[in-house]
């Protein structure tokens, strides 16, 4: 594939290629060889087990609304009051005149979900994650406290894009150790002096791996090698947890995560993103964020519904669908790993990581399952290592059983027909 695409570089000069290069050419080349991923236009929620698509009840194995939450009725009333309030959006940042009453109280309702003192609120995950490391890694005022570029941030190899993006506006030199490998973390904070301004940053969640990050003992190397230590857990919040407070809570280590990150848009089933900490922490970001600052708050509407949908997760009942949902995943994991897939992950997340290894099979077994009713796009190289593209088959607490069977008995008969299985 990487060689076909090298016509790309030796392809002559046209008037349409003077302004924008091969962009068009590589978008050709694409749709023909059928690499497009395929964008499905759902006539009803894409959040829900079925969906409505190309006039079809299609069963949906792809949604983050683990818990079921997005369209839960309080959700809903409590969007619904906001939006009848104060309308669709907010008009501008939280200094500007975005800051409603509602936002501080989803600022606190965030706190106290994850357990810690104060949280600021962004109006999705991945602002969140662009804001973070450069206001805590670089300068803020003329080289105070720190000098341009003296930082080292250790990132995990397999940390999402949108950690990747926020460490690049950062001047901070980049450390990239093997996923969940703590010799080689260990062996790359050797490297700098203990009086070195650094940060670690690791996921809760690894979806696409089927298991946690290893908090404890990163906790450990952040205390020996005096580390800030922040962690994404954009796929834990809600959904994992005693409380639903994320995978610190689960590994008994919230006190011991400096800025703790989330995201509203997986089991919170509405739309923003959050950064957590202590009240210091919080206070300099509200100044320092250039996100928070620059760009428009949360809208109420979304915030109103988020502070619902983190009192269930935080209640009887969220530990009830928490455990429905670990229930459908293992009866899911049990048919499809009877009849032969590999599935990644230690059974700790619902998520189930179901390898069919060839990118270009994975298109073909993706197409051939919604076709047998079933949606389930699947993740390739360069999202996966090269040969081991997966389907991350997101189960929910809503699925019935009787839904998962035709999802396994799906599997099942593409798997056998593309020789997966
Ligand atoms: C691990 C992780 N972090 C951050 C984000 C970004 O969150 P959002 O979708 O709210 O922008 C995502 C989204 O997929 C994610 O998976």
Request: aromatic share 8%.
């Amino acid at each position: 594939m990487l060689n076909e695409l090298k016509f790309l570089l030796d392809s002559k000069t046209s008037k349409e290629t003077e302004k924008f290069g091969n962009i068009y050419k590589l978008v050709s080349f694409i749709k023909k060889e059928k690499i497009f991923p395929g964008y499905e236009v759902f006539e009803t929620a894409g959040t829900e087990p079925i969906v409505r698509c190309g006039g079809k009840d299609i069963l949906m194995l792809s949604s983050n609304n683990y818990l079921g939450l997005s369209k839960h009725p309080k959700v809903i009333a409590g969007a619904m009051k906001q939006l009848e309030l104060h309308g669709g959006g907010p008009g501008g940042s939280r200094f500007l005149c975005g800051n409603v009453e509602i936002l501080e109280e989803l600022d606190r309702e965030v706190a106290r979900v994850v357990g810690k003192e104060d949280a600021i609120t962004f109006p999705t995950g991945y602002m969140a994650n662009l804001a973070v490391f450069q206001v805590i890694m670089d300068p803020f005022m003329s080289g105070v406290p720190y000098s341009k570029g003296s930082g080292v941030i250790f990132s995990d190899e397999n940390n999402h894009a949108t950690i990747v993006d926020g460490c690049r506006l950062s001047t901070a030199k980049k450390e990239i150790f093997k996923h969940n490998d703590m010799a080689d973390l260990e062996k790359r904070l050797k490297k700098y002096p203990v009086s070195k301004h650094k940060m670690i940053v690791t996921e809760g969640v690894f979806t696409l791996d089927g298991h946690f990050g290893k908090l404890k003992e990163i906790v450990a190397l952040s205390k020996k090698y005096n580390c800030i230590l922040m962690v994404d857990d954009a796929h834990g919040v809600g959904v994992i947890g005693s409380a639903g407070g994320g995978t610190p809570q689960e590994l008994g280590v919230v006190d011991d995560v400096d800025i703790l990150m989330g995201s509203f848009d997986k089991t919170i089933g509405c739309m923003g993103g959050y950064l957590a900490g202590n009240k210091k922490l919080i206070e300099y970001l509200r100044v320092a964020a250039r996100p928070y600052m620059f760009s428009s708050a949360v809208p109420a509407v979304l915030g109103g519904g988020a502070i619902e949908s983190f009192k269930v997760c935080a209640s009887k009942e969220g530990s009830a669908l928490r455990k429905k949902l670990m229930d459908n995943s293992k009866y899911l994991r049990d048919k499809l790993e009877l009849v032969g897939f590999k599935i990644l992950g230690d059974g700790s997340i619902s998520v189930l990581p179901v390898i069919i290894g060839d990118e270009n099979k994975s298109i073909v077994f993706s197409n051939r399952v919604l076709e047998e009713g079933v949606y389930i796009p699947c993740f390739r190289w360069p999202a996966v290592p090269k040969g081991q593209a997966r389907a991350r088959v997101t189960v929910m607490a809503t699925h019935t059983n009787k839904q998962l069977d035709r999802v396994a008995d799906a599997f099942e008969k593409v798997g056998k027909e593309l020789e997966i299985i």
